[in-house]
């Protein structure tokens, strides 16, 4: 492929935020969570950089699971959501995998299951949240019912945080679950990215760190960089053809730019179509050699365009980074009304991939 427009990761970067996390962390172990492939950047280049600092692995997919045990992977997996299906909760018990549980259906399956390789179960409770769980007043019981379970094994009792990343904080729903989880004796699993760096009291014995080995920032308040984490991914691409503006000139579709003064822009062969948000709005950062050129008029499906009226030296063949270490993919995300998750998991497949290592 020869359009110039690749999608770099770092896997120096990942390993960095690894360790930067692991020093934040006062969780006995840190499974590195590497859903939706990775947050983007990759689930075996992901797990096979972290394969000698993580204690563990978390995702959703079993199939994700399976392809790092057939490459090798000998660490504890987690199944974020646990199983699927009574096929799921078989797979689990075949390729040593552990995980969530979440309701009765799923012991159900489980119980389906051979008792000669119990699953290793992390009891799931809603603290508050209210996507999945038991009820804080339920998990007693769901833990009785487990454990007479000879397919599983409680291994750990877990809860995830609604709000540890703002100003709300986790203090509400580690009151509910702190009791149950005391109650249980099992190992607690409660800190994200965002609890790791900010609550210190939840770390418990697993944390369950995501978005910040990928190098962004949790927080609205805070980047990365001052958080000292480096970017993993870096999206850019070359400008492909510059326009002169007059006073007055419209920019793309729907004419949301106008000139006021005379313009330089550089027209980028990068869209939404290879994941940049189509919704970002003027302003969004982008840079060349360092130096902010930022977008201007709407994103179309193979091209934007940016401003570098202040680059004279720009040109086409110019290399425009559209989010990474000159670009923070967050700020892009903000001007996108969304979050870096977000535009991580969207790079799309078209976009040429290299790793580094
Ligand atoms: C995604 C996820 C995490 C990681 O969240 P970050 O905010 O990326 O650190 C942790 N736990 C669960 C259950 C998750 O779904």
């Known amino acids: 492929m020869t359009r110039p427009i690749r999608l770099e990761i770092s896997l120096p970067a990942i390993r960095h935020n690894f360790l930067l996390t692991r020093r934040h962390s006062q969780a006995r172990s840190l499974f590195a969570v590497v859903k939706a492939n990775a947050y983007g950047h990759g689930v075996l280049d992901t797990a096979k950089a972290l394969a000698d600092l993580a204690d563990g692995f978390a995702l959703l997919n079993i199939e994700d699971a399976v392809r790092l045990r057939e490459a090798g992977l000998d660490k504890p997996i987690a199944l974020l959501e646990g199983p699927f299906d009574a096929a799921e909760a078989a797979a689990m018990a075949d390729y040593r995998l552990c995980g969530a549980i979440h309701s009765q259906q799923q012991m159900d399956w489980l119980a389906k ?190 091209m934007l365009t940016v401003d570098i009226s202040r680059l004279p030296q720009a040109g086409v063949g110019s290399r425009v980074e559209l989010w990474g270490p000159s670009a923070p993919i967050e700020k892009v995300a903000a001007a996108a009304g969304t979050i870096s998750y977000e535009l991580m998991c969207a790079a799309a497949p078209r976009v040429p991939r290299v790793v580094r290592d």
């Not at 729903?173 to 609890?195: C, E, I, K, M, Y």
Request: with cysteine; aromatic share 6%.
């Open 113 to 302: 299951g051979s008792a000669k390789r119990p699953v290793d179960v992390w009891l799931k409770v809603n603290s508050g949240m209210n996507r999945l769980g038991f009820r804080p007043e339920a998990a007693i019981a769901a833990q009785a019912r487990l454990a007479a379970l000879p397919q599983a094994r409680a291994a750990a009792i877990m809860t995830h945080f609604a709000t540890a990343d703002d100003d709300y904080g986790v203090a509400e729903q580690w009151q509910r679950f702190l009791p149950v989880a005391a109650a249980s004796g099992l190992p607690v699993s409660a800190a994200n990215s965002a609890a790791l760096l900010r609550h210190p009291d939840t770390h418990g014995d697993i944390g369950r760190p995501g978005i910040v080995l990928y190098g962004a920032s949790p927080f609205e308040d805070r980047a990365g960089a001052e958080l000292g984490l480096r970017p993993a991914m870096t999206l850019s691409a070359d400008i492909i053809a510059v326009q002169q503006l007059q006073p007055g000139d419209a920019v793309g579709y729907g004419r949301r730019f106008i000139a006021d003064r005379p313009m330089r822009i550089g027209v980028v062969a990068c869209g939404y179509a290879d994941g940049y948000p189509r919704i970002a709005a003027n302003g969004a950062p982008a840079a060349i050699d360092g130096q902010a050129c930022p977008l201007l008029g709407r994103v179309s499906m193979d």
